[in-house]
């Protein structure tokens, strides 16, 4: 909240414009549980809640978020739709090669096999890069493909804010944690979050 009051406000040394208030969020694992397997929307959904509580706290203070996950694009806007308060627009996705059709008056978008973009590692900031045009002032992720995402991030000229989802709690969520990715937070001075000792609640009842 530091950061956000620091970035917002026009007396601060730190303010940020609206328009280069930028945040970005991987999705699997860091708003969506990735445990037991991806994609699991009877546990899932309940998690939702938890990272809206960022999220509309943010969009309040006039940032831009975007979910930037290596899952589909097409699969990410099913799930975020009526959870996240955020448009199709601002989600940054793998994607897949289409086919334009036209016939009796109808488009359809044909799905192809061959994957044109994988959102995933290098790939994240190129994502971002070619879908906004510039990096976020906040990235949030919770694995090795997310370093890129938050290397871009820290690049910022302006104010960052690198934060990092720690899933160290196996009795309330799931315990898999990545060592490489807690040195790197530790060289590059990001924030590790714990789900053991930072969240107040992960699942609701």
């Not at 998690?47 to 509309?56: K, P, S």
Request: hydrophobic share 35%.
């Amino acid at each position: 909240m530091t950061f956000v009051d620091n970035v917002t406000d026009p007396e601060s040394s730190d303010y940020i414009h609206p328009q280069d208030r930028i945040a970005t969020f991987d999705f699997d694992g860091t708003i969506y549980c990735e445990k037991p397997i991806y994609a699991n929307f009877e546990v899932c959904i309940l998690h939702y809640r938890e990272a809206v509580e960022l999220i509309e706290y943010l969009l309040k203070e006039d940032f831009q978020v975007f979910i930037c996950s290596g899952s589909m694009t097409g699969f990410l806007r099913g799930a975020c739709e009526g959870h996240l308060p955020l448009d199709s627009s601002h989600i940054i996705g793998s994607r897949v090669e289409l086919e334009y059709s036209f016939e009796d008056s109808a488009i359809t978008f044909l799905r192809k096999e061959n994957i044109i973009h994988n959102n995933d590692a290098d790939g994240k900031a190129l994502g971002i890069y070619n879908h906004i045009g510039k990096p976020p002032v906040i990235a949030v992720g919770n694995t090795c493909g997310d370093v890129e995402m938050l290397q871009y991030a820290q690049s910022n000229s302006q104010p960052n804010l690198m934060l990092v989802i720690n899933h160290d709690d196996s009795t309330r969520e799931y315990e898999y944690y990545d060592n490489k990715l807690l040195e790197i937070c530790k060289q590059n001075g990001w924030i590790i979050v714990s789900m053991k000792e930072d969240f107040k609640n992960i699942f609701i009842k």
